[in-house]
């Protein structure tokens, strides 16, 4: 199955055409198989996409096809040379963004790092960098937008895991840091709901397809792991689009500091993927 939407996301499902019109989606990782469906959705539900990622060619290329999908070149911005660790190159990102769309409506920290590493072959510098991209970048991404969250009364939906539900082996580096993402969400969630600011975490389980996925079942087939989830099959990266449509759309407006799990129930069953 292709990773990637359509028309018929719209035509076919149950949200309406223009639910995100006039807003803007800052996205790190957007080029990457999950983030970028996520964003997909959103453009095709009005709305317009900033994509930040490390690498120029694939942030771009990922752009321009976000792009065709609603035929409009401008839809989606690519910011490349930008890594999550770097708080100052974050910044500089959201002061193009704003330049090109004028405001920031929700984000979407997605930029994330996985390898398996047993303990004994995972450096310091290795568990360091991992927690680095993935909560550091996370709160980083936050930092960067929050003036402009403010000013909107947005949102921000961090990408989080299962993992750390359990003790997965050869995850520690991934499982903290999703851990603390986790913690990350709840704490903003309650210091700014004041504001009006909503704080959520998306946490996919086995999604097909992904790059995540294939980097952490290696020799296990798709049909092996569906066997051991609940509603028996892979989940889809349209599952996560459409949590993050509606933790976004005015229907989630009383909904945050949650986490929410899309993994078909495999963690009640303690499939560990
Ligand atoms: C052990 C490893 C390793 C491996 C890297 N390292 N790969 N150690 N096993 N397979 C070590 C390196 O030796 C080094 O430590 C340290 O990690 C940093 O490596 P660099 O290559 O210098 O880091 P960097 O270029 O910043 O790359 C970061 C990365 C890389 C995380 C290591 O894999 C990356 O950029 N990944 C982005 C794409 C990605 O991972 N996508 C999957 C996301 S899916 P030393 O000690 O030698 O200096 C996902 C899903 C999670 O996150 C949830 C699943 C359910």
Redesign the pocket.
Known sequence: MPNTLDKTFVENGPWKKDTFHGKVVFVT?GA?T?CRVQTEAMVLLGCKAVIVG?NPEKTRKTAHEIGQLVHDPHSCLPISSV?V?NVDQLHEAVKVAIQKFGRLDYVIAG???????DFT??????????V???LLGSFNTVKACFPELVKTKGSVLF?S???HYYGVPF?SH?GAA?AGIDALSNALAVEMGPLGLRFNCVA????AN????A??TKNDSSSDLSEMIPLQRLGTTVDIANTTVFLFSPAASYITGTIHVVDGGAWHVGTQ?
């Open positions: 990782g990457g999950i490390r890594d660790r930029a994330a790092g996985n390898f398996l590493a072959h995972l450096s310091s510098n290795a568990f360091k960098s991992v680095s991209i993935d990408v895991s299962t993992l995850q991934v999703k996919p389980g086995a999604i992904t790059e995540g996925l980097r952490l993927i």
